[in-house]
Structures are given as structure tokens and as C-alpha cells.
């Protein structure tokens, strides 16, 4: 009898082992994932969301709408915001991986599609006389034309188009470039100290809150704006190839994500101001201000052609871009013409 038990104890003990062994095998293949921050698993019901970081500034309430409210999520993205200094920060840590989308002027895209393998997939609708009216310079009280600005220390925000700006004012204004002292900020923060201190005597400077901070700074005034200069400034949206291959509906799914809460800032803009506020506290009607000014518009127009041929051309004369290349080759537009055709209206 002990030995009938003991002969079922063992049949009972190889058939669980088996049983396991076959989960273990079967169990993977139920879900996929891909290495480099972004994540995809699913059943036949329902796929898991794909993890993306998105480079952002904490002014700009677009991305953080799309994550607060829902539509990243609605479109099958797990969102996280990376906060950075500037725009072209954001755009630099695509090459560290630290990011898996960014956005920014052509002037860092440019830089950055030039070096790496990333492509530009939509336009953010900014480049507008309306936008540009955002750039101030800001000046020491003894500086009233830009003559005089000859011979100064002027502030740029490293790897942003400010240089491009500066070139550009000051030969229409008559003064040569050769003649100032360009001096490179991490961001408008140092800016503002630097200005505030003495260290540089002008400073481009945009956003409702950054426009207050140096509007208060004693003994500097604003002296124009970029719209009373030829530069008008586009914003891009880039990612990396591989992302492309990896993720193709993903990066459909974001602009879609991006375009939804645009309408939404457009919408409810007391809601949004809201949101600013609760999460980077920025000032409700800082927020308020900016969207009556600008937001974004996800399209590719002639105008963002045009910005990027313009902007490229500057570069590759001043050694910027050291290898030129075809700028077609850098531009898919195949996402956006699947999600918002009608808003593609130039082709590179």
C-alpha cells in the first residue's frame, strides 16, 4: 500500500514539473519588448502602452496637456516628460538616449539631423509674425539703437538659433558681427543673471514669464522685437530612426496624441493654465498670456519648408554643418499625411 502512495506521490510530482515547464516555455511568447526606453506587450484584446521619453521645457503646456489629460495614454503611449533647459537641450539627449522624442527651432533639428540618424516627422505651426513679436531684446538703458550695441557683450542660449538671430539683426541694423562679443547661456535663467549682474548687455528673451523677469531687471529696457527682423523662426518635431522602424504607429499615434491636446489648449485655456500651475507653478496668467500668443499647430507647411532651407543654408556657410546633406532625405512626412493629410501642404 506505502508503495502504491508513494508511486502516485511521484507521478503527481513529474506531471506538475512537466506542467511548469511547458508555462515557462509557452508564457513569452504571449508579449514582445524592444530595448531603449520604449516597451511593447500585449494580448489579442489589447496591446500595453509603449513607453516614450519626451524631451520638453517646463513652459510649454502642450506635452504636458497631452500626458495630463489622457491623450498620450488614449493613443497607446506611456508618456514620461523630461524637463530641460531649452528646447535644444532636449534635442541633445536624443543622441544619449535620454530622450526618445524632441522638438525645438531649426536651428538645433538642423544640427541634429546632420549628425545623427533622426528625421523630422511634422512642423509645430510656430513660424508666425505673431510668434516672432514674443522675441524681445533686452538692453542696458545706455544702449537706444543698435549701433551701439557695437563693441558689447551680447547673451545667446548655447546650441539654439540665437547666433542665427544675432547675424542677422545686426547686419541689417548696419553693425558687422565680427565687432561684438558673443557670450553662450545654459538657458534664460543665466541669462537674466548675466544681464542682471553686468556680465552681457543684451539678451533675446521670450515666454510671459521670463518677459516679466527681465522687464523688472533695473537699468535694461526692451529695444525691439525679431519681427522687425527678416527671421522668422520654425519649430520641428524629430525622432530616431529607429523608433521609426521599431514603432511605426507609435509615432503616428504621437502627433495624433500632440495635435488633440493642442485643440484642447485652444479650447480650455483656464484649464490648462490650471494644470501649468499645479504641476512646474507657473503662473496662471504667464500661461494665459502664451497661449493667446502661441501654440502649437501640428502641420508642414511652405512657411516650415522654407524656415529649414533658410536656416540650413546659414549653417553650412559658417561651418555649423560641416557635411552638408540633402534636406529631403531628413524630412517623413508619411506619419502626418496618415493622421492630419490635409495639413501637409509642401513637399521637401
Known sequence: MRSFINKNKRSYLITAFISILILIVVLPGCGSSVSGGAAESGTKDRAE???????????????????????????????????????????????????????GADFPILNAVSK????????????????????????????????????????????????????????????????????????????????????VDAAWVTGAVMLQKFEEIEGVHVLTDMAQT????????????????????????????????SQFAKENPDE??????????QPREATLKDLSENNWNIDFTQDALDSLNRQKKYMVENGIIQTDFELADKINLEFLKEILPDRVTATP
Not at 524631451?55 to 514620461?80: M, Q, W, Y
Not at 539654439?160 to 534664460?188: A, C, M
Open 116 to 199: 545623427g540618424e533622426f528625421s523630422i516627422v511634422a512642423s509645430t505651426g510656430t513660424s508666425t509674425d505673431r510668434n516672432a513679436l514674443k522675441w524681445q531684446l533686452f538692453v542696458r538703458d545706455e544702449i537706444k539703437q543698435a549701433g551701439d550695441l557695437e563693441g558689447k557683450n551680447l547673451s545667446f542660449m548655447r546650441g539654439t538659433f540665437l547666433t542665427y538671430l544675432w547675424d542677422v539683426f545686426l547686419t541689417e541694423n548696419g553693425v558687422d558681427p565680427k565687432n561684438v562679443t558673443l557670450t553662450g547661456q545654459g538657458g534664460s535663467d543665466e541669462a537674466y543673471i548675466a544681464l542682471k549682474n553686468g556680465e
Open 49 to 103: 502602452a509603449v513607453k516614450l521619453n519626451i524631451a520638453d521645457i517646463s513652459s510649454n503646456p502642450v506635452l504636458r496637456v497631452a500626458k495630463t489629460k489622457g491623450f498620450f495614454e488614449r493613443n497607446g503611449i506611456d508618456a514620461t516628460i523630461v524637463n530641460f533647459a531649452t528646447p535644444a537641450e532636449g534635442i541633445n539627449s536624443l543622441f544619449i538616449k535620454q530622450a526618445d522624442i524632441g522638438w
Open 272 to 281: 490648462v493654465a490650471d494644470i501649468l500651475y499645479d504641476e512646474v507653478k
Open 230 to 261: 527678416s527671421v522668422r523662426i520654425g519649430g520641428q518635431i524629430v525622432v530616431p530612426n529607429k523608433l521609426i522602424e521599431e514603432h511605426p504607429k507609435t509615432v503616428a499615434n504621437f502627433l495624433k496624441a500632440v495635435d488633440e491636446a
